[in-house]
């Protein structure tokens, strides 16, 4: 599996990103059909429903709003996340 390390708060309001849930979304489709996809690449904020690719950090809605996203690394079974000036998606 991959490890990913984001900074706990939505850019929306302040939400804590850890209550939120890891899950898929819907994807664009035919109209009256849903289909439901990339499971386990997003993180749902728990307040009002914001959605964000955890590779990128950027919301599904507009490539301008993100959450901070950390390096992580995985070193002799240990997973550590890199923190410092300059992150990856920063």
Same mark, same amino acid.
């Given at each position: 599996?991959?490890?990913?390390?984001?900074?706990? %708060?939505?850019?929306?309001?302040?939400?804590?990103?850890?209550?939120?849930?890891?899950?898929?979304? !819907?994807?664009? /489709?035919?109209?009256?059909?849903?289909? %439901?996809?990339?499971?386990?690449?997003?993180?749902?904020?728990?307040?009002?429903?914001?959605?964000?690719?955890?590779? !990128?950090?950027?919301?599904?809605? /507009?490539?301008?709003? $993100?959450?901070?996203?950390?390096?992580?690394?995985?070193?002799?079974? $240990?997973?550590?996340?890199?923190?410092?000036?300059?992150?990856?998606? /920063?």
């Amino acid at each position: 599996g991959e490890y990913h390390a984001v900074l706990n %708060y939505c850019p929306h309001q302040g939400a804590p990103i850890c209550a939120g849930l890891v899950s898929g979304t !819907t994807l664009p /489709s035919e109209v009256y059909d849903y289909e %439901y996809g990339r499971a386990g690449e997003i993180v749902r904020c728990p307040w009002h429903g914001w959605e964000f690719d955890l590779q !990128t950090g950027k919301s599904l809605f /507009s490539d301008r709003i $993100r959450v901070k996203k950390y390096k992580v690394e995985v070193q002799e079974g $240990r997973i550590g996340v890199v923190m410092g000036r300059k992150q990856a998606g /920063s």
